[in-house]
């Protein structure tokens, strides 16, 4: 079974502050992909990131960086000096091959709801 | 380059009644994915098409079908409309690749709001 935890449903923080939203998936696939999307008010899905299961380096992009750490099974995602534009529902993704004639599942976490308090 | 477009936007509809929601890929996308996001949760999967087939479909009622067009574009219906259909559908595209399409990234569209009463 495929499972995406995001335990924080709700995250506040002061502007310029670090934030770190937390992703723990579940699969017994090996080979799988992992995403980052941010969804703000507008409810377009945007996409951040995507990461394969064999490369475990960790990426910046600008203020934004992701530790995948297949050991625990965690892909976790830091905002640095946190900005208002970064308030958002950010989602962690699971995708995985399924299917005799192979098809993309997609599996969401929960969401966790970022608010940049100015 | 136009992303990912649906429409309408919103929509209002009764129980029992029936919906078609559209949506258009980015242009040179073969598969398109649905899915539905009840407020305050994760999108969940409903269908992916690619290559006017459906090549997978996740965990909902035979009242919810679907098809893509020879030009990729594709329809969401749903009939005999219940209350807790009430949500954000999103569409999503991505190119397919070798691999059978699990490695792309999907790209999504704004979505339309149901609304059923």
């Known amino acids: 079974a495929q499972k995406v935890t995001q335990a924080q449903t709700e995250i506040s923080v002061v502007e310029k502050e670090d934030v770190t939203l937390d992703c723990v998936y579940e699969t017994r696939d090996t080979t799988y992909y992992l995403f980052w999307y941010k969804q703000p008010p507008s409810g377009e899905l945007v996409f951040l990131i995507r990461r394969n299961s064999f490369d475990e380096q960790n990426e910046i992009s600008g203020r934004y960086s992701w530790n995948f750490q297949k050991s625990t099974s965690s892909f976790n995602f830091t905002i640095t000096a946190s900005q208002v534009v970064d308030s958002a529902v950010y989602f962690c993704?699971?995708?995985?091959?399924?299917?005799?004639?192979?098809?993309?599942?997609?599996?969401f976490g929960i969401g966790t709801k970022l608010q940049v308090i100015p | 380059d136009a992303g990912v477009t649906q429409s309408p936007t919103h929509l209002i509809k009764t129980r029992g009644q029936h919906v078609t929601l559209r949506c258009s890929p980015i242009s040179g996308h073969k598969s398109v994915s649905w899915y539905q996001q009840v407020l305050g949760q994760g999108p969940q999967f409903i269908f992916q098409y690619y290559e006017k087939e459906e090549r997978g479909r996740g965990n909902f009622p035979d009242r919810f079908s679907a098809r893509q067009f020879p030009n990729y574009s594709s329809e969401l219906n749903v009939n005999a409309l219940l209350l807790g259909d009430s949500a954000l559908y999103l569409c999503a595209s991505s190119l397919w690749g070798l691999a059978g399409g699990f490695e792309d990234t999907q790209y999504f569209g704004p979505g339309t709001r149901l609304t059923v009463l």
């Open positions: 993704a699971l995708s995985e091959a399924r299917g005799a004639g192979g098809y993309q599942k997609v599996t």
